[in-house]
């Protein structure tokens, strides 16, 4: 695989350019100094991972801020620490600040000269908006489980994306799905026939955070640790 090769980038965003595991756990700090929740934040963020995902695939049309604040009353029950309801609407619009990773917006920069950008996400518009403020990009199109009605692993972010790309005249063989997440993103990457990048955010630590690790073996097709490196892998190519 080359990176050279391709003429689109579909990113998932959290985990892969916004770093979710650092905004998760700022967002429930004040539950968890109030509840005295004695859980390490690895412990914690599996169990974000474990709840989060459960009420993905029961409530797909729920719209994302609220599914957080699900996410954190059922965190709250298994911990037997319920939250207030203040707490877990708190929580459920945290996404607005959560931070970019330090490279995000200086690559993404470099990557919109040589490609269209994508994003494929699990949130909201008003959520995303957000974040893409934090970006400083204007992305080609953006597909949310709002809009879908579903959130990844299931295939419709994946269904939507390629048959707008499609209908631009970008066929599947020029599309590189590039993110962090192997369950929610390349695991149903490869079931739609697409070559994907992994952004091993996590390299070098045990687990798999606030991601469930997949359900079956996933081998991507190149992998980096961060996104900057990916730039450079770019680089190196195109210099060739």
């Given at each position: 695989m080359?990176?050279?090769?391709f003429?689109?980038?579909?990113?998932?965003?959290?985990?892969?350019?916004?770093?979710?595991?650092?905004?998760?756990l700022?967002?429930l700090?004040p539950?968890?100094?109030?509840?005295?929740?004695?859980?390490?934040?690895?412990v914690?963020?599996?169990?974000?991972?474990?709840?989060?995902?459960?009420i993905?695939?029961?409530?797909?049309?729920?719209?994302y801020?609220d599914?957080?604040?699900?996410t954190l009353?059922?965190m709250?029950?298994?911990?037997g620490a319920?939250?207030?309801?203040?707490e877990?609407?708190?929580?459920?619009?945290?996404?607005?600040d959560?931070?970019a990773?330090?490279?995000?917006?200086?690559?993404?920069?470099?990557?919109?000269?040589?490609?269209?950008?994508?994003?494929?996400?699990?949130?909201?518009?008003?959520?995303?908006?957000?974040?893409?403020?934090?970006l400083?990009q204007?992305?080609?199109?953006?597909?949310?489980?709002?809009?879908v009605?579903?959130?990844k692993?299931?295939?419709k972010?994946f269904?939507?994306?390629?048959?707008?790309l499609?209908?631009?005249?970008?066929?599947?063989g020029k599309?590189?799905?590039?993110a962090?997440?192997l369950?929610?993103?390349?695991?149903?990457?490869?079931?739609?026939?697409?070559?994907?990048?992994?952004?091993?955010?996590?390299?070098?630590?045990?687990?798999?955070?606030?991601?469930?690790?997949?359900?079956v073996?996933?081998k991507?097709?190149?992998?980096a640790p961060?996104?900057?490196?990916?730039v450079?892998?770019?680089?190196r190519?195109a210099d060739?």
């Amino acid at each position: 695989m080359r990176l050279t090769d391709f003429e689109v980038l579909t990113f998932d965003c959290y985990g892969t350019l916004i770093d979710w595991e650092s905004g998760i756990l700022a967002a429930l700090a004040p539950w968890r100094k109030r509840a005295g929740i004695a859980l390490g934040n690895e412990v914690l963020l599996t169990l974000f991972s474990e709840v989060e995902s459960k009420i993905e695939a029961e409530r797909p049309t729920l719209l994302y801020s609220d599914l957080l604040a699900a996410t954190l009353v059922e965190m709250g029950e298994r911990s037997g620490a319920r939250p207030t309801e203040s707490e877990a609407r708190a929580f459920g619009q945290s996404v607005k600040d959560w931070p970019a990773f330090p490279d995000s917006a200086e690559a993404l920069a470099y990557l919109h000269r040589h490609y269209k950008l994508a994003i494929l996400s699990n949130v909201d518009r008003a959520s995303f908006a957000h974040s893409a403020r934090r970006l400083g990009q204007e992305f080609d199109l953006v597909v949310t489980a709002e809009d879908v009605g579903s959130y990844k692993p299931a295939l419709k972010h994946f269904e939507v994306a390629l048959a707008t790309l499609a209908a631009m005249g970008i066929p599947k063989g020029k599309v590189l799905h590039t993110a962090q997440s192997l369950f929610h993103d390349h695991v149903p990457a490869k079931q739609m026939g697409l070559t994907s990048f992994w952004i091993d955010r996590r390299a070098g630590r045990t687990g798999t955070g606030a991601t469930k690790p997949p359900p079956v073996p996933v081998k991507p097709d190149g992998t980096a640790p961060s996104l900057a490196a990916m730039v450079e892998m770019h680089r190196r190519e195109a210099d060739r």
